[in-house]
Nanobody
Framework: QVQLVESGGGLVQAGGSLRLSCAASGLTLSSYGLGWFRQAPGKEREFVAAISWSGRTTYYTDSVEGRFSISRDNAKNTVYLQMNSLKSEDTAVYSC?????????????????WGQGTQVTVSS
């Protein structure tokens, strides 16, 4: 059974940092492209960041560029999202996803596996 399990969410003040983790079981992430998406209350899910299967290519949505960093540890079968300088508008449920093509894709439909998500709340 394939599972992606996120952790590391919580409540943080504006300007603070959080590090999200997404651990996989039932599949080996090393050949997958990985992404983070988020969904704020009343809004559609949106792309945040992606990393290629090799880790050499990353891609961010404009609103988090320079503040967030995606990385992966294939030995631990885990992908991370380091979030710095958090803003109230970053409040959302953050989910990780994996795509078999190994791409740094911002398109949700290209991802086959999804986690349940972890809540991030940024207080102003």
């Amino acid at each position: 059974q394939v599972q992606l399990v996120e952790s590391g969410g919580g409540l943080v003040q504006a300007g603070g940092s959080l590090r999200l983790s997404c651990a996989a079981s039932g599949l080996t992430l090393s050949s997958y492209g990985l992404g983070w998406f988020r969904q704020a209350p009343g809004k559609e899910r949106e792309f945040v960041a992606a990393i290629s299967w090799s880790g050499r290519t990353t891609y961010y949505t404009d609103s988090v560029e320079g503040r967030f960093s995606i990385s992966r540890d294939n030995a631990k079968n885990t992908v991370y999202l380091q979030m710095n300088s958090l803003k109230s508008e970053d409040t959302a449920v953050y989910s990780c996803a994996a795509n078999l093509y190994g791409l740094t894709s911002a398109q949700m439909e290209e991802y086959e596996h999804w986690g349940q998500g972890t809540q991030v709340t940024v207080s102003s």
